[in-house]
């Protein structure tokens, strides 16, 4: 089982400012990675797959990147509505699909 | 629109057996994967099962293996969870989900909750 380590575990940023989350895979996972925002009290949310590809309706201000082990989630000035808690999951050597712990993004 | 609407959930005592469903909409059923996520109180996402287009191929996490059964029923657009031996760590919000490919979740519906306690 690939295990996806996910890393800060809280990061606190002001409205405006970039954020830079990472995600991390025991074994290379190529480009088979998700990214996917969950806003409390809601389901999770598609945000980029192909570890660089934005889901259908999703802002330019999310981009994705990395191959490999090594993957970036980066928002580059923080909305409002973009406070939640940010997941990474791979797709390469499944079942099962396995997910990180999350990030969470708080207003500093 | 995709609507993916979660039902079955409750209170259980340890070692009985629920049933999850999924009643999907606004999308063409039978041409997606479909799985089951879950998610414990307060804790990240854990992928439950999936199962193909024609229910040809079906995977499970070693966690549930041998105790829940994912099945479909493509005529009433549907998607089941049949959960036996439950344990108290199968507490959590379990959330019906439409495969976009591969292993992409492209939707998720908003869970029902499933707590074991005696």
């Known amino acids: 089982e690939i295990v996806m380590t996910q890393s800060p575990a809280t990061l606190s940023v002001s409205p405006g400012e970039r954020a830079t989350l990472s995600c991390r895979a025991s074994?290379?996972?190529?480009?088979?990675l998700v990214w996917y925002q969950q806003k409390p009290g809601q389901a999770p949310r598609l945000l980029i797959y192909g570890a660089s590809t934005r889901a259908t309706g999703i802002p330019a201000r999310f981009s994705g990147s990395g191959s490999g082990t090594e993957f970036t989630l980066t928002i580059s000035s923080l909305q409002s509505e973009d406070f939640a808690v940010y997941y990474c999951?791979?797709?390469?050597?499944?079942?099962?699909?396995?997910f990180g712990g999350g990030t969470k993004v708080e207003i500093k | 629109e995709v609507q993916l609407v979660e039902s079955g959930g409750g209170l259980v005592q340890p070692g009985r057996s629920l049933r999850l469903s999924c009643a999907a909409s606004?999308?063409?059923?039978?041409?997606?994967?479909m799985h089951w996520v879950r998610q414990a109180p307060g804790k990240g996402l854990e992928w439950v099962s999936r199962?193909?287009?024609?229910?040809?191929?079906?995977g499970y996490a070693d966690s549930v293996k041998g105790r829940f059964t994912i099945s479909r029923d493509n005529a009433k657009n549907s998607l089941y969870l049949q959960m036996n031996s439950l344990r108290a760590e199968d507490t959590a919000l379990y959330y019906c989900a439409k495969g976009a490919f591969g292993g992409v979740i492209g939707s998720w519906g908003q869970g029902t909750l499933v707590t074991v306690s005696s």
């Open positions: 999951q791979q797709y390469n050597n499944w079942p099962p699909l396995t």
């Open positions: 606004g999308f063409t059923f039978d041409d997606y994967a």
């Open positions: 199962i193909s287009w024609n229910s040809g191929s079906i």
């Open positions: 074994q290379s996972v190529s480009s088979n």
